[in-house]
């Protein structure tokens, strides 16, 4: 009976494949963005991008596993995972990782619905830039009137998605 080696590559001692990045449900993703997912939404920009940014580094956008890795890490909410991806991943990246799954979510419907709540309705919206204004404390500033915000940031629903209201 032959014996495997300890460092034999058979499996054996091999790690498990990492599990595909986690994607929300369907009724999660659509792009109705009801009071949760509007919470969701919030914290993903307020507490998920700060998050990623101390991780990885300013990125104009994080993979999808960077992520759902942070989320956990932060023990976020992944109830509505696809709306952090949706603010900071890429758009190919959002569609692949949901043509992976199974599931066909609508990029640029979750993007407008977001513009809408936050941005003066502005799908357009850098993720980048939102995070540099609440890194900085411009964002704050703003929301609370001490400051003024210039450019598409002024438009900026800042006092609503700091929960300063």
Same mark, same amino acid.
């Given at each position: 009976m032959a014996t495997a080696e300890p460092n034999d590559d058979s499996g054996v001692y091999g790690l498990a494949p990492e599990p595909p990045p986690a994607v929300s449900t369907a009724a999660a993703c659509d792009s109705a963005l009801t009071a949760d997912k509007r919470r969701a939404v919030q914290t993903y920009l307020t507490t998920l991008g700060p998050a990623l940014r101390d991780r990885y580094g300013r990125q104009p956008h994080y993979t999808p596993s960077q992520v759902r890795d942070t989320a956990l890490d932060r023990a976020l909410s992944i109830d509505y995972l696809c709306w952090a991806y =949706?603010?900071?991943?890429? /758009?190919? /990246?959002? =569609?692949s990782l949901h043509a992976a799954a199974g599931e066909a979510c609508d990029y640029l419907a979750m993007r407008s619905a977001v513009g809408a709540a936050f941005f003066g309705g502005d799908a357009r919206f850098a993720t980048p830039m939102v995070l540099d204004a609440i890194v900085s404390g411009a964002a704050q500033a703003a929301a609370t009137g001490t400051g003024g915000a210039i450019g598409w940031l002024g438009g900026v629903a800042w006092s609503e998605l700091l929960d300063c209201t």
């Open positions: =949706v603010l900071h991943c890429s /758009a190919p /990246a959002f =569609v």
